[in-house]
T-cell receptor
């Protein structure tokens, strides 16, 4: 079967760095997405990786290793507003999205 | 647990026809379901929120007469795109919130999406 695994919850301190991991097993691969979702709001697109390596976009970076079925989202200089759920999703060979359950990130002062 | 399915996965239709997309929660009761549109590499755009047994709440700018939503049971919501036009071509994603005895959890479970192409 297909599945995406990511931690349920993480806690970090304001100003610090946090890495949210995502491992996947899917039938085919057409890219991996990271979304941020604040409570009661729609998910916001953060990144899309289809090739191996690190993509940096401001305070957020996303890494992909296709051979390991592994990705991480790196958040630097954490701010209180970064408290949210972070969703990992993989597009499979049928261009269907397989979603992780999301990681709830709690930022403490 | 907490699996959400959508049917069909792909649909191609002629302009002017209507298309129905189903969203099902397979192993839980979903008191609230959401319908989103997604354009490539963009954020999900919430179209409407539907609660079982009541009328859907549409976001500003979404035509309720064009995008008909029915949430007839605790496991099924349908989105019907009426008189579809090429500009309606998009990736439609549903999500569901689990509910138990009137209590709804915050976690949304997302479906795999339906790719609609209108010719």
């Amino acid at each position: 079967g297909q599945n995406i695994d990511q931690p349920t919850e993480m806690t970090a301190t304001e100003g610090a760095i946090v890495q949210i991991n995502c491992t996947y097993q899917t039938s085919g691969f057409n890219g991996l997405f990271w979304y941020q979702q604040h409570a009661g709001e729609a998910p916001t697109f953060l990144s899309y990786n289809v090739l191996d390596g690190l993509e940096e976009k401001g305070r957020f970076s996303s890494f992909l290793s296709r051979s390991k079925g592994y990705s991480y989202l790196l958040l630097k200089e954490l701010q209180m507003k970064d408290s949210a759920s972070y969703l990992c999703a993989v597009m499979d060979s049928n261009y269907q999205l397989i979603w992780g359950a999301g990681t709830k990130l709690i930022i403490k002062p | 647990g907490a699996v959400v399915s959508q049917h069909p996965s792909w649909v191609i239709c002629k302009s002017g026809t209507s298309v129905k997309i189903e969203c099902r929660s397979l192993d839980f009761q979903a008191t609230t379901m959401f319908w989103y549109r997604q354009f490539p590499k963009q954020s999900l755009m919430l179209m409407a929120t539907s609660n079982e047994g009541s009328k859907a709440t549409y976001e500003q700018g979404v035509e309720k007469d064009k995008f008909l939503i029915n949430h007839a049971s605790l496991t099924l919501s349908t989105l019907t795109v009426t008189s579809a036009h090429p500009e309606d071509s998009s990736f439609y994603i549903c999500s569901a919130k689990r509910g138990t005895s009137g209590i709804t959890t915050d976690t949304q479970y997302f479906g795999p999406g339906t790719r609609l192409t209108v010719l």
